[in-house]
């Protein structure tokens, strides 16, 4: 069953654990519950099956690559467009993503590897960060 394995892969702008199980990831990466994941999605379809997008930032999160967007609600959404991360995505539809190290530490290959369930190689060194905005009604604000 896919939906309870924690993944390892070169996700779109990192290397990552890619699952959806948000509890397992908080045990792996030894984080504080509270803490909300982004969750990838590989179509705008997906999307709007969990949030709604305010009018005024439909073309801005259809047409955005590696950006994150926190929605007005508090939970953060990113739309999946690179083609070897998306494979994993259209099989899973949706999944919580994470860097693949312990809170707050630099990344561990030995660490990742021993931590996850499933490898999907090749694992690339790691790329820039997504870029993060913080959605309201009418605002639009550069989180990093």
Aim: overall charge positive.
């Amino acid at each position: 069953m896919l939906t309870h394995k924690v993944f390892l892969t070169q996700t779109d702008t990192t290397i990552g654990f890619v699952s959806q199980d948000a509890e397992r990831l908080t045990q792996i990466k030894q984080r504080p519950p509270y803490k909300h994941y982004i969750t990838a999605v590989n179509s705008q379809k997906t999307l709007q099956r969990f949030t709604r997008i305010p009018s005024r930032h439909r073309n801005r999160v259809r047409r955005s690559q590696k950006t994150t967007f926190i929605m007005p609600d508090g939970h953060s959404y990113r739309l999946i467009r690179d083609r070897h991360h998306l494979l994993l995505m259209n099989r899973l539809g949706w999944a919580y993503t994470t860097s693949a190290n312990l809170s707050g530490n630099a990344y561990d290959e030995t660490f990742a590897k021993r931590s996850a369930d499933v490898i999907i190689a090749p694992l690339e060194a790691t790329k820039q960060a997504s870029t993060i905005y913080k959605l309201g009604k009418t605002t639009l604000k550069r989180i990093r």
